[in-house]
Each structure stands twice: as C-alpha cells, then as structure tokens.
C-alpha cells in the first residue's frame, strides 16, 4: 500500500507524535535545583549500565529545547508526549516545587503551544526522586502518597495549559525491571519487594488521577500506558497454554485488573500465593486505583513467545513467581536490541483490549525500533529498517482501526536517539541522529518519512 493510502486510513483529528522521556534526554543533571533520581544512583554503580553511560548529559535538551521544538514543528507533528522529571519540581520528591525545574517544563509547554503542538505530559517516567527510595521506594505506600502531591503540584502549574496527563509509563518496568530483575534503577532484586512496587504504582495512578481532577475538574484527561505482553504459546498444549496464562497474569493483569475492572485476578494470586500474601492491598486501595481513563496508553515493540520449561530458570527475572516458563527467542527479523519484529502483535493488542473493554479508547504512547544507524560522509543517515518497521506498524494501527478498535493516536519511540537505560547510548531509537560528542541533530530518513508521511495526513496543511 502507498504512503498515501495508508495515510488516508487514519482520521483528520488523529493524534500524530512523537515521545521522549526526561531521564533519557535532558542532562543537566544538578542543574537549577534537580535532586537526584534512581537512576543517577543506580548508572553510577558499575556494571549497571554498557560502558559505563549516564543520563549526566543525554542530548542536553534542557538546554536545548527550543531547538528541539523547532525540528518537532518542522517534521509537523501534533503532539509531543514528554515526561517530567520529578527530582527536577521536587528534588527530595516532597514539599514546595522547585521553581526553577518547574519554569523549565512551563517553558516547554509554553514552546510547544506556541509552535501548535499538544503537550502530552506524563509525571513518571522511571526516575524516582533518590530520597523517596532510600525512604522505601515503590515497595513502600508512602512513595505513591507523594506521588499524589507531586502530580497535584503539577496540574496547579501546568494544568492551565496542558490537557493531556498521563500518570505513569509502563510500570511493569519500574516494578519488575526496577525490583525483581533489578536490570532497570533501583536495581533490588527482590521478588516479594517488587509485587508490593507494583501495588503502591497502581495506587499511585490512582491517587494521583484523583490529584488532576481535584485540581482540574472530574472531565480532566487522564490517562496511564501500559505494555502489554502480547504472548504467544509455542503449541496448544496444555502446558504451554499454562505457561501463557501465568506471562499475562503477571505481566498483564496485574495492572489490566485493577486499572480497569478494580480488582486483582484470582489466578495472579494464587501464582504469587508463596512469594506474597498481597496484605499491603488495603480497604479502599482497589475503588482508587480503577479511576476512569480518558484513553489507555500503549507501548508495543514485539511479541513475547512462551513455552513450559523444561530446563532451570536463569535467576534474577523480572518474572516474579514464574519458574516454568520458557521464553523462545525471535524467528524472523530483529532490531538492533534482538528483539523481534511482528506487527501483527501490535494489531491484536488493540483489537483484543477494545473487545474487552468496549468505548475505551485506545493510544500507541511509543512504538519504534532501535537500529544500527550510521552517519555518511556527507551528513545523512540511511534507515531503512525503522522506515519499514513504521510503516507496516502503522499499517498494523490501521487494521485495528478498520476492525473496530477506537485507537486515536500514535507516537513514534523515538524522536531522538538517547540513553536507552541500561544498554546506554549504543542503541538507537531517535527519528533524529544525535551526535554525542556535539549534540548536533540530524535528520534520519525515518524523519524525513514520517515528515511527509504527516504531509499527507488528513486534516494536515501540508
Ligand atoms: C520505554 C522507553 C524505552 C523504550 C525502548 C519503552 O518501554 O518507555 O523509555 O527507551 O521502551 O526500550
């Protein structure tokens, strides 16, 4: 199918990014006030992070950012969906904003609607004030009662302006990445310490969806994005259909369940039943945490094949209470993280959760791949394997849309190359280039497509 075509396949108020987060691209790491997060600690320990790589630095977009804005104008998104960096309005992740961390996100804000773009804002993007973990981190409720301060605060500044709130961002990772695995910032390894951080992240959107309307009035947009597994048996036997169910139970409802029908599954329970007793679930946390959702949030990037194990399981996993499960890695194609490529996967994630919860619409928040990109000698950088994993991810959007699911928006992960967490800056996942050693931004021919892929978008002007 053309550009064009597909192109024609989405409607005119369709919702076209592209996303970042503040860890993974602004530096200025102490600058004006900004405390420490996880994740400063957490890059600093050696062996953590590939070559040693911090967001010290990252593409230095705070002090960049209206250069920033100006290339997003140019490519003609509509929206940019960002993060901030709690540390920086709070650096103790308590009590009064730092002004002058805030004044930076009311500047981009302000940038952004000024060159007709729709600030997404999302309050947590992995980097927990330091102090709030050294107090108990996520495993601790406490953590999403500032949490609910802290987005309070927020909308008190910004909700003037900004429209869009999303809470958190795939708390899957900061739970079980950041808990259990202990890949991702904080980096505990701690089965019974992570299901309890997932808990405390589901109270925290809950509470703090409560804070934006409070401050904003019940009608305010809000919204959470998950990532969904979308898991896959190798056979329909019974135990790899086991192995299926326990993945979705764990990596799925865990959040899909309280988020939005206010309960835990009975199943995840009983999986967890010798790690956890989930007594740190308390009277009135459910009816909390399953707030009204403007649209749900989605990340995509491959689907996840499972089968029973047969051999013993590589410890730590972020897996919590899964000892029989085997995952199966990709046939075919796969990005420059090895992880595969099958946009397929993208259009059951939608269609399936728009049959389960009908009238909720749907947003894919980052879909993107990372590739080995290089800069020519004169200047340009060819990716033809990102351009080809959008297209045929958009397409996938596209089928979703035709077969009913309500999806009103995509934004590209990302629109810059940066810190790719524990990999560092060796992975790539910008529609822009960035050279690190002068920040100079370059257009990839995935910029270039998607910029005149949005030219001919309906309802663009060109
Ligand atoms: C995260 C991004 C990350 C991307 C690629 C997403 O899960 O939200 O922060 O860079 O995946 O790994």
């Given at each position: 199918m053309?550009?064009?075509?597909l192109?024609g ?11 970042t987060a ?7 790491a ?12 957490f890059?600093?320990q ?18 960049r950012?209206?250069?920033d804005?100006a290339?997003m104008?140019?490519?003609?998104l ?6 901030a ?9 308590r009590?009064?904003?730092?002004r002058q ?10 940038s ?8 997404v804002?999302?309050l ?10 050294e ?5 601790g409720?406490?953590?999403?009662l500032?949490?609910?301060?802290y987005?309070?605060?927020?909308a008190?500044?910004?909700g003037?302006r900004?429209k869009?709130?999303?809470t958190?961002?795939e ?6 990445l ?12 701690d ?9 405390h ?6 509470l703090?969806?409560?804070a934006i309307?409070?401050?904003?009035g019940p009608?305010?947009d809000?919204?959470?994005t ?5 898991v896959r048996a190798?056979s329909s ?7 299926k169910?326990?993945?979705e ?8 369940g ?9 199943d995840?329970l ?9 007594s740190f ?10 707030q ?7 990340y ?5 094949q ?5 051999g ?5 996993t972020?897996?919590?209470g ?5 995952f199966i ?9 090895g992880?595969?490529v099958?946009?397929s ?6 269609t399936?959760?728009?049959e ?6 749907l947003?894919v ?14 200047g340009?950088v060819h ?8 297209r045929?991810h958009?397409a996938?959007?596209a089928?979703a ?18 810190f790719?967490?524990a ?14 050693a002068?920040?100079?931004r370059?257009?990839k021919?995935?910029?270039l497509?998607y910029?005149?892929?949005?030219k001919?978008?309906?309802?663009s002007?060109g």
């Amino acid at each position: 199918m053309s550009d064009s075509a597909l192109a024609g396949r989405f409607p005119a108020d369709f919702c076209w990014g592209a996303a970042t987060a503040s860890y993974q691209i602004e530096g200025a790491a102490s600058a004006d006030g900004r405390g420490p997060s996880i994740w400063d600690v957490f890059a600093r320990q050696p062996g953590t992070i590939v070559n040693g790589d911090n967001g010290d630095v990252a593409c230095d977009h705070y002090h960049r950012m209206g250069q920033d804005v100006a290339l997003m104008s140019e490519m003609g998104l509509r929206a940019y969906r960002f993060s901030a960096a709690w540390p920086r309005v709070q650096p103790d992740g308590r009590g009064p904003a730092n002004r002058q961390g805030l004044d930076f996100y009311s500047r981009l804000v302000d940038s952004l609607l000024e060159a007709g773009l729709a600030p997404v804002l999302t309050l947590y993007h992995w980097d927990l004030p330091q102090a709030l973990e050294e107090a108990g981190g996520w495993p601790g409720r406490q953590t999403a009662l500032r949490f609910a301060d802290y987005a309070e605060l927020m909308a008190e500044a910004l909700g003037d302006r900004v429209k869009t709130w999303s809470t958190l961002n795939e708390p899957w990772c900061s739970a079980f990445l950041g808990y259990s695995s202990g890949v991702h910032a904080p980096g505990r390894r701690d089965e019974a310490a992570a299901l309890a951080a997932a808990h405390h992240l589901n109270l925290a959107h809950g509470l703090a969806a409560q804070a934006i309307r409070g401050v904003l009035g019940p009608g305010a947009d809000v919204s959470v994005t998950l990532n969904p597994h979308v898991v896959r048996a190798a056979s329909s036997s019974q135990a790899d259909q086991e192995a299926k169910r326990r993945i979705e139970a764990i990596g799925n409802e865990v959040w899909i369940g309280p988020l939005l029908r206010g309960a835990y599954p009975e199943d995840l329970l009983r999986d967890t039943a010798s790690i956890s007793d989930w007594s740190f679930v308390e009277a009135g946390d459910l009816e909390t945490i399953c707030q009204p959702l403007t649209w749900l949030g989605l990340y995509y990037s491959a689907v996840t094949q499972v089968r029973a194990r047969t051999g013993a399981t590589p410890l730590p996993t972020p897996w919590v209470g899964e000892r029989d499960v085997e995952f199966i890695p990709p046939a075919g194609a796969v990005t420059d993280l090895g992880w595969g490529v099958d946009p397929s996967g993208l259009t059951d994630l939608l269609t399936g959760l728009a049959e389960r919860f009908p009238g909720l619409d749907l947003v894919v928040t980052e879909n993107g791949a990372a590739c080995a990109d290089q800069v020519d000698p004169d200047g340009s950088v060819h990716d033809p394997d990102r351009v080809a994993y959008l297209r045929a991810h958009l397409a996938a959007v596209a089928d979703a849309r035709t077969a009913g699911a309500p999806v009103i928006g995509y934004f590209v992960w990302s629109l810059l190359d940066n810190f790719e967490w524990a990999y560092g800056y060796g992975k790539r996942f910008g529609l822009l280039h960035v050279d690190y050693a002068t920040q100079e931004r370059r257009w990839k021919d995935s910029a270039l497509w998607y910029r005149d892929f949005l030219k001919g978008v309906p309802g663009s002007h060109g």
